[in-house]
T-cell receptor
Framework: GQSLEQPSEVTAVEGAIVQINCTYQ??????LSWYQQHDGGAPTFLSY????GLEETGRFSSFLSRSDSYGYLLLQELQMKDSASYFC????????????FGGGTRLMVKP | AAGVIQSPRHLIKEKRETATLKCYPI?????VYWYQQGPGQDPQFLIS???????DKGSIPDRFSAQQFSDYHSELNMSSLELGDSALYFC????????????FGNGTRLTVT
């Protein structure tokens, strides 16, 4: 089976940088994705890493280390609108996108 | 740009009733997924369809069934509803099955009383 661990809550101030970590245990590895979800809203895709290293998309970056079964999402120049839950997720197999999500990290951005 | 459309947005049912949730995927997306998300929890995969055929099954109760129609829309049918079925139900679609991002609809909030 698949399991993912991430911190339940993180607090940071506007303009700061925050890193949300994710460790995973999988029977096979087919990439690590990150999704953002505002309260009552739909999960929205942020980033995907299939290979080791850093992927940058604007203020958000995602990193993967397959040897450590570890990844993180880096949010820079935090804005109030970044307050949301962030989920890491892995596919269960290589023939589909049946994702298993981590428990989610609730990010609170304060003024 | 077109998004995944779900209906209804809110649904209130009583125990032991049935419910049908509908999903219209993004045009030309060939894979549809259903997820259930309880309060404060992560989304749990229920079932998926690829080109109108069921492709993967997750933690979907036997009381639930789903299908995808010729026009690619999908329906999740839920019978003998229980209080514990109260949750947000998301439909998502993707361009293909090989790690394409999932595009989620706004969800149906089901409340069972």
């Amino acid at each position: 089976g698949q399991s993912l661990e991430q911190p339940s809550e993180v607090t940071a101030v506007e303009g700061a940088i925050v890193q949300i970590n994710c460790t995973y245990q999988t029977s096979g590895f087919y990439g690590l994705s990150w999704y953002q979800q505002h309260d009552g809203g739909a999960p929205t895709f942020l980033s995907y890493n299939a290979l080791d290293g850093l992927e940058e998309t604007g203020r958000f970056s995602s990193f993967l280390s397959r040897s450590d079964s570890y990844g993180y999402l880096l949010l820079q120049e935090l804005q109030m609108k970044d307050s949301a839950s962030y989920f890491c997720a892995v596919p269960n197999n290589n023939a589909g996108n049946m994702l298993t999500f981590g428990g989610g990290t609730r990010l609170m951005v304060k003024p | 740009a077109a998004g995944v459309i779900q209906s209804p947005r809110h649904l209130i049912k009583e125990k032991r009733e049935t419910a049908t949730l509908k999903c219209y995927p993004i045009p030309r997306h060939d894979t549809v997924y259903w997820y259930q998300q309880g309060p404060g929890q992560d989304p749990q995969f229920l079932i998926s369809f690829y080109e109108k055929m069921q492709s993967d099954k997750g933690s979907i109760p036997d009381r639930f069934s789903a299908q995808q129609f010729s026009d690619y829309h999908s329906e999740l049918n839920m019978s003998s509803l229980e209080l514990g079925d109260s949750a947000l139900y998301f439909c998502a679609s993707s361009k293909d099955r090989s790690n394409s991002p999932l595009h989620f609809g706004n969800g149906t909030r089901l409340t069972v009383t």
